[in-house]
């Protein structure tokens, strides 16, 4: 069984919006620290917003002002609000969830992800 299920992505035009979503199941930790990256053809995954359990973020210089990462822990649900999107955001999305901060991105899970498509 898939421990985390992404959904929300698609195909906008340039300046639009998308709400991402990540549902992990009960498998995964509810403490974890969680974290969307995105991938392209080509290239590694790419951190683009981080939250902990307790609340507190981080984001990619290049999203900074318009993408927004939140948690519902009772949900086990995390979002990422992505405003004002540009055709450099297009790429396979993906949600992960690890232990601490430390391990973000190298130890824990991920999901199947979701194709975001930014048109000019």
């Known amino acids: 069984q898939v421990q985390l299920v992404e959904s929300g992505g698609g195909l906008v035009e340039a300046g639009g919006s998308l709400r991402l979503s990540c549902v992990a199941a009960?498998?995964?930790?509810?403490?974890?620290?969680m974290g969307w990256y995105r991938q392209t053809p080509g290239a590694e995954r790419e951190l683009v917003a981080g939250?902990?359990?307790?609340?507190?973020?981080t984001v990619a210089d290049s999203v900074k002002g318009r993408f927004t990462i939140s948690r519902d822990n009772a949900k086990k649900t995390v979002y990422l609000q992505m405003n004002n999107l540009k055709p450099e955001d297009s790429g396979r999305y993906y949600c992960?969830?690890?232990?601490?901060?430390?391990?973000?991105?190298?130890?824990?899970?991920w999901g199947q992800g979701t194709q975001v498509t930014v048109s000019s």
């Open positions: 992960m969830a690890a232990d601490y901060w430390s391990t973000l991105g190298k130890s824990g899970y």
């Open positions: 009960r498998s995964v930790a509810e403490n974890a620290v």
């Open positions: 939250i902990s359990f307790a609340g507190s973020t």
